[in-house]
């Protein structure tokens, strides 16, 4: 079936750096999103790519679908301390929303 | 506009047991999904929903019923509750097609599941 493989999968980084993160999978997506998971709560979508080759800027935040349709990444500029959780990449095909392993960042003041 | 809205939060069960988890959504998505969160293991589908009357497996739909009457529910039964079921539960709900692609899913707030 389909597998999104994210990586990495723990970063430790210093606050004003910047961070990248991918997905890639043998399989096509129709959309690619990346979500951010605080602890105890629910995924909050950052930013939805829908088209191959589309890269798409929310704040600090860039993400490009890639034109293979089988990957992603997501790069946060001058990371602060609240951007700490859990990022997810997820990819969309037929209704089903399948998840990468996810990537956790921790940020030091 | 409540979004996704899942019941109950919180739930204790013994080995054996079965229980059904809530998920409503108002905002007339069409799709709807259940996903387990298990510590290093991100989330899994459970079984998803693109339309009332219609429902399919996802990676691990074993020792889970679902169905789907309404656009607005899509509750989750635990036939014979194991301890390997206990989990954090999400429920999600999209719009499909290019609304669904545009704002991606709405995730409700969890239940923590534990298994005794």
């Known amino acids: 079936g389909q597998q999104l493989n994210q990586s990495p999968q723990s970063m430790f980084i210093q606050e004003g750096e910047d961070v990248s993160m991918n997905c890639t999978s043998s399989?096509?997506?129709?959309?690619w999103l990346w979500y951010k998971q605080d602890p105890g709560e629910g995924p909050v979508l950052l930013i939805a790519l829908y088209k191959a080759g589309e890269l798409t800027s929310n704040g600090r935040l860039t993400a490009q679908f890639g034109i293979t349709r089988k990957d992603s990444f997501l790069n946060i500029s001058a990371s602060i301390p609240s951007d700490v959780g859990i990022y997810f990449c997820?990819?969309?095909?037929?209704?089903?929303?399948?998840f990468g392993q996810g990537t956790e960042l921790s940020v030091k003041p | 506009n409540a979004g996704v809205t899942q019941t109950p939060k919180f739930q204790v069960l013994k080995t054996g047991q079965s229980m059904t988890l809530q998920c409503a959504q108002d905002?007339?998505?069409?799709?709807m999904s259940w996903y387990r969160q298990d510590p290093g293991m991100g989330l899994r589908l459970i079984h998803y929903s693109v339309g009332a009357g219609i429902t399919d497996q996802g990676e691990v739909p074993n020792g889970y019923n679902v169905s789907r009457s309404t656009t607005e529910d899509f509750p989750l039964r635990l036939l014979s509750a194991a301890p390997s079921q206990t989990s954090v539960y999400f429920c999600?709900?999209?719009?499909?097609?290019?609304?669904?692609?545009?704002?991606?899913?709405?995730f409700g707030s969890g239940t923590r599941l534990t298994v005794v």
């Open positions: 905002m007339n998505h069409e799709y």
């Open positions: 997820a990819g969309t095909v037929g209704g089903k929303l399948i």
């Open positions: 999600a709900s999209s719009y499909s097609g290019g609304q669904g692609a545009r704002y991606g899913y709405t």
């Open positions: 399989s096509i997506f129709n959309t």
